[in-house]
């Protein structure tokens, strides 16, 4: 692990809590119209697009898309099942813009200020470059750089996403740690080469859908993973942060 | 002003010393070979093949290629001048990565921290993504974003260069401003549309070259530039931080 030089992190779910935040926002909307809804189903919904969406341009029936655009489709086409058709073009893009405004889990921001000390930070997630700034500001995430799908125009879990973002540091993917909580993902990247840190995100899908760590073997399947962490804490300690 | 959300920095000249950097670097590999030369004029004339290196790749004769390239392709073509042109690669390597080791200038650090507080700060250079990140943990820059001419594809002073970094923040160029030492990269911006900030760097090209604020009205032309600062302090007192 010691020839490790930068992190590449995926960040919804991994680094932020997008359910909470998502379903923090529509409430507002749904509020001000006297709608009744569960939020977090409407955050479920939305999410549940996303990959279907990517999956278009990474089969090449589209051309590559930034994710706003695509977070702006998937809210038209759920809006209908939740009442939220009628709303104007500024609530449209506040609901969007709710991506850009998802708040850390309780140990990101400290936490990736440990491991920047020693590492270079890099974002390595679909989400497009002023998503990820905003956020980054709004959550005080402090990257080193932001990588990621409008960066190399390619959506993970292509190999591209892994080997261009790389090449981009001039790393090697044997110098580059991949950390995520979805296995999928790690999967992606340690076929390319790169090291592997997973970090437990019980809580991504809401309290009632806790898995605790003791499960991850299960979740993990057959894949080897380099770092199992608890959190970003953890992965400081265990990187000797 | 206050309509201004992002601060685009060029880097070579007006956020760090290239010439003091580069000097520096080559003078350890000259006595290293007990070669006696001026690591001033070797500096300047690395430098001065950048902008026509960079010109093939402006007029259409040459593919996008990333700065890193392009110095080593400089470097082997001086070299000779200077008899360093029997260095291993290790040490052309140690030369070209001398550019991701360039010193900011004595306010550039803290004076960026100040701005980063009220700003997006993104670097809007010709240098490669791992020559600005490396660049950025060596000298203590702590943008937010890194843009310019990789992530782009186009060099400045390309009116794509400045009109796609803008929209990658998701910002009209009329809310971004862009911070430089020189006259051409402002003129270039602003006639995109984006607010202009001087920042005097009268030892960029050595103390012997050095030119008074005074006479900056001579430099700019007939440009009309937003802010004239003397420093980032300067910059970040003009802008309310």
Redesign the interface.
Known sequence: MFKVKALLFDVFGTVVDWRTGIARDVKIIADKHNISINPYDFADAWRAEYQPAMEEIRQGRRGFTIL?KLHLENLKKIAPRFNLDNLSNEEYNFLVTAWHRLPGWPDSSEGLNKLKKKF?L?TQSNG???L??NM??YSSL??????GA??VGHYKPEPEAYQKACS????KTTECLMVAAHDDDLKAASLQGMKTAYVHRPFEYGREKLFDIAEVDDYKGDRYWDIVSADFHDLANQLGC
């Open positions: 706003d270079i890099a497009n470059i002023a990820m700034v980054a500001k402090n990257w080193d750089v932001i990588l409008e960066v981009a540091l001039n790393l």
